[in-house]
């Protein structure tokens, strides 16, 4: 049983097939990828997080193992375990954001960056980071508030981004996804674009899942042109 507590800060588990190792690791790794769990953040210690978890200290050991090795936390011997910030040339990309751009040229930002984001990810995802996707397309359909599923869109394509491994890829996409994120709204203001969404991700995580690069591409460029053109009609009707 994997509960989590609120002496510890981090959310309950959800049940799945995987080992609890992949489990515990997707579950952290999206808990940090959204800021639920901030940088700088010092996690409980492993005999604190395994108990409240109610799971073996090895299998915390190989999810904490992952973490540490795709540089998200920082483990020192007699320090504890803190949330790595990302690294100056990423808050530098970042703060770029912060500034404005022509709708046109973030969406042509965006169709160059994401279809080599979902080659790398088909190439680079862990079984955590499959996990993950999986997770979000379970919560994502037509019958969805517009907020909401903006939202789960927002978040299967930056856990798609951090599935290539790349941070300075991710945020690259992340500026896009701020300065596209108005316009967005129009791809899931109805259930014909919800619907068209949801079959979108599915067809680049399944790709993403077989481990085929090219197929991983070809979904995103034609996830891309619909969301294009869902928004072009929405927004000339």
Known sequence: ??????????????????????VLAAHLER???????????????ERELAASMSVSRSSLREAMHELESKHLISRVQGRGTVVLPPTAGVLELLALSA???EGDHAAELRSIIEPSVAGLAATRATPAN????????????ENLLQAESLRLDV??????????????????????????NEVRQHSHATK?????????????CDAVQAHDGLAARQAMEDHL??????????THS
Request: charged share 25%; glycine share 8%; aromatic share 2%.
């Open 155 to 180: 978040e299967f394509h930056l856990l798609l981004a951090r599935a290539a491994q790349n941070p300075l890829l991710t945020a690259l996409l992340m500026m896009a996804g701020e300065w596209t």
């Open 31 to 45: 808990l940090i990828a959204t800021g639920e769990i901030r940088p700088g953040t010092k996690l409980p210690s």
């Open 1 to 22: 049983m994997l509960d989590g507590s609120a002496e510890t800060g981090i959310p309950p588990l959800r049940r799945h097939s995987e080992s609890v190792s992949v």
């Open 192 to 204: 014909e674009g919800r619907r068209m969404s949801v079959r979108g991700h599915r067809a680049i």
């Open 99 to 101: 500034g404005e751009t």
């Open 225 to 234: 042109r619909e969301v294009r053109h869902l928004i072009s009609k929405a």
């Open 130 to 141: 499959l996990l993950q996707l999986r997770n979000v397309l379970e919560q994502s359909h």
